[in-house]
């Protein structure tokens, strides 16, 4: 209820609210404040009205919709969670604050939206589970204090609820390209081959140069008594948490192939469930899977989606899934060195690598593989990552696009079909008239006729205008494997 609060609050053009929920006694009062006063900084640019245009109307702002005029109505409320109604777009992206029991969620997009509310009943099954049988003896013998202790080698560099979204409008400015351009990723690349194949001797000291003979012009190193190097600890203290680490790793993934969860997600609240319990199991010295089976049941049983997560996420160990994931992509990309800088890079995790690797062996591009690793290692968070992903699952929906061109224009991935067709995939919530969407559809690469622009979810009308003024045809709610669930019929403000 006081994140439901919050936003409405947020959302009015009259910002007294948050102050005053600032100074009441919660679980969430620095979240409120925090999210709160950053809306309320922009509220009059960005509610004035929800569509004002700009520049003598040739652009238009971001609006602020009703939740249920986006996704359909089961996804807004259930048992332990409900949706905050305002939603804010950002990027393309519709932006949702989720109520649970247990702590308030984010989700950047309508397809996150999804995921996040099927992660629900895998929360309720952690929480059973802490609480009764080997876990619940565990934590409480043990506490968490000598998990957290370690705790820091597996922290989860996630987004706070209280950030501001950037969607995926990075993909349509001109920006990337000066950042991602082809000179700057061949010097960026020279330096690091240089590192690898340079001076052998002048590596610096480390697991892999501890053993080497010194250069013939310099004297040998000092002759130690006892080396104290991480590295050199054989038997230390060192080599006992690697192992306690890998004990976890393993016990985190099993629970997550329990439940059907993805053990990649970003969900800051499963994570800490995960990592909570994956330490106890440790420490009891006890299967965590078992132990989990035995309280939570299957993960059919759990979550009724798990058959959406590909199953070498589930069975296949990280280091696996990268090297599966390296052979897959040089089965259509030419460059090594890309592919792994890919695969240890960017926005993407191994759960999305893995459907990126799946996309393109369904398409068969003759030829742009390198760009997209090139383009996938610069991406910045889940949101950019999935929306190249969601990309070619778009193209794949159209009849004629296997064995095609793939292209990058700026910083987008356009298609080209055998037959010529040039396809635009676009899976954006709403889509809006920008400055930075006109420089883009406005790039010499999109002067010609037969071309389709594939958008995931709606556009505004000044948009639709826009686009078919510039011989683009239209596709709104085009479908794709794992597409959002958008509510039914057009979901335009009423004031558009």
């Known amino acids: 209820m006081l994140l439901e609060l919050s936003a409405r609050a947020a959302f009015s053009l009259n910002c007294n609210p948050i102050?005053?929920?600032?100074?009441?006694?919660?679980?969430?009062?620095?979240?409120?404040?925090?999210?709160g006063a950053s809306?309320?900084?922009?509220?009059?640019?960005?509610?004035?009205?929800?569509?004002?245009?700009?520049?003598?109307?040739?652009?238009?702002?971001?609006?602020?919709?009703?939740?249920?005029?986006?996704?359909?109505?089961?996804?807004?409320?259930?048992?332990?969670?409900?949706?905050?109604?305002?939603?804010?777009?950002?990027?393309?992206?519709?932006?949702?604050?989720?109520?649970?029991?247990?702590?308030?969620?984010?989700?950047?997009?309508?397809?996150?939206?999804?995921?996040?509310?099927?992660?629900?009943?895998?929360?309720?099954?952690?929480?059973?589970?802490?609480?009764?049988?080997?876990?619940?003896?565990?934590?409480?013998?043990?506490?968490?204090?000598?998990?957290?202790?370690?705790?820091?080698?597996?922290?989860?560099?996630?987004?706070?609820?209280?950030?501001?979204?950037?969607?995926?409008?990075?993909?349509?400015?001109?920006?990337?390209?000066?950042?991602?351009?082809?000179?700057?990723?061949?010097?960026?690349?020279?330096?690091?081959?240089?590192?690898?194949?340079?001076?052998?001797?002048?590596?610096?000291?480390?697991?892999?140069?501890?053993?080497?003979?010194?250069?013939?012009?310099?004297d040998p190193p000092a002759a130690e008594s006892k080396s104290r190097a991480w590295y050199a600890r054989t038997g230390s203290e060192a080599e006992r948490e690697t192992k306690r680490y890998l004990k976890y790793s393993s016990a985190r993934h099993d629970m997550a192939k329990v439940l059907g969860v993805d053990p990649n997600s970003t969900n800051p609240i499963l994570n800490d469930k995960l990592d909570e319990l994956a330490?106890?199991?440790?420490?009891?010295?006890?299967?965590?899977?078992?132990?989990?089976?035995?309280?939570?049941?299957?993960?059919?049983?759990?979550?009724?989606?798990?058959g959406k997560l590909n199953q070498y996420v589930l069975e296949k160990t990280p280091e696996q899934l990268r090297e599966v994931n390296r052979t897959r992509l040089l089965r259509f990309c030419s460059d090594d060195f890309g592919v792994r800088q890919f695969l240890r890079r960017g926005g993407f995790n191994d759960t999305s690598r893995t459907a990126l690797?799946?996309?393109?062996?369904?398409?068969?591009?003759?030829?742009?593989?390198n760009e997209l690793a090139e383009l996938g290692a610069t991406t910045r968070g889940e949101v950019e990552a999935r929306y190249l992903v969601d990309a070619l699952k778009l193209i794949d929906q159209q009849a004629d696009a296997v064995g095609g061109t793939l292209i990058v224009a700026g910083a987008a991935i356009v298609w080209r079909t055998p037959s010529g067709k040039l396809l635009l995939p676009m899976p954006v919530d709403y889509l809006t008239?920008?400055?930075?969407?006109?420089?883009?559809?406005?790039?010499?690469?999109?002067?010609?006729?037969?071309?389709?622009?594939?958008?995931?979810?709606?556009?505004?009308?000044l948009a639709q205008r826009k686009l078919t003024e510039r011989g683009w045809s239209l596709v709104l709610r085009a479908p794709y494997e794992g597409a959002p669930v958008y509510t039914q019929g057009g979901f335009a403000p009423k004031n558009e």
């Not at 102050?19 to 999210?35: D, H, N, T």
């Not at 349509?172 to 000066?178: C, Q």
């Not at 106890?280 to 078992?290: K, L």
Request: negative net charge; hydrophobic residues 45%; proline residues 7%.
């Open 39 to 218: 809306v309320c900084r922009s509220a009059e640019v960005a509610r004035a009205p929800p569509l004002a245009c700009a520049r003598d109307c040739a652009y238009e702002a971001e609006p602020y919709l009703q939740a249920p005029m986006l996704v359909q109505s089961s996804l807004l409320a259930g048992p332990n969670y409900r949706v905050v109604p305002e939603v804010q777009v950002r990027g393309y992206m519709a932006r949702f604050l989720i109520d649970t029991k247990f702590g308030p969620l984010s989700a950047d997009s309508a397809e996150l939206l999804s995921i996040r509310i099927g992660e629900i009943p895998a929360l309720e099954a952690l929480d059973r589970a802490s609480k009764t049988g080997a876990f619940a003896h565990a934590l409480a013998a043990r506490g968490r204090k000598t998990g957290e202790a370690v705790l820091h080698v597996v922290e989860h560099p996630v987004d706070t609820v209280v950030g501001l979204p950037v969607g995926v409008a990075r993909y349509f400015s001109a920006k990337w390209d000066l950042w991602t351009g082809r000179a700057q990723s061949v010097a960026d690349r020279s330096s690091k081959e240089f590192e690898n194949k340079g001076d052998p001797y002048r590596a610096p000291a480390g697991p892999m140069t501890a053993g080497r003979e010194a250069p013939p012009d310099e």
């Open 433 to 461: 008239w920008s400055h930075d969407l006109g420089d883009f559809f406005d790039r010499p690469e999109f002067a010609t006729a037969n071309k389709i622009a594939l958008i995931g979810g709606e556009a505004s009308m």
């Open 279 to 306: 330490w106890a199991a440790v420490w009891g010295n006890f299967s965590a899977g078992a132990a989990l089976g035995e309280v939570a049941g299957t993960a059919a049983d759990v979550i009724s989606w798990s």
């Open 19 to 35: 102050r005053q929920i600032a100074g009441m006694k919660s679980v969430l009062p620095a979240l409120v404040f925090a999210f």
């Open 357 to 369: 690797a799946a996309a393109l062996e369904k398409l068969k591009p003759q030829a742009g593989c």
